[in-house]
């Protein structure tokens, strides 16, 4: 009965490669000095090692 059934299981991810950007929304804040500051943000997500 050989052929019949998988001798072994194989699962495929699919994963992307892509540099990934995520803005992050604009933020006050209030350091010990009482200043009001607006702080801006962007993330940077890249694969390194799939």
Do not use: C, E, H
Not at 16 to 43: C, E, G
Request: aromatic fraction near 6%; charge should be neutral; charged fraction near 20%.
């Amino acid at each position: 009965m050989s052929g019949l059934g998988a001798p072994f299981l194989q699962q495929m991810v699919r994963v992307d490669l892509r540099t990934m950007v995520m803005d992050v929304p604009t933020q006050d804040v209030i350091p010990r000095d009482n200043v009001s500051v607006k702080v801006n943000a962007v993330i940077y997500f890249r694969v390194i090692d799939p």
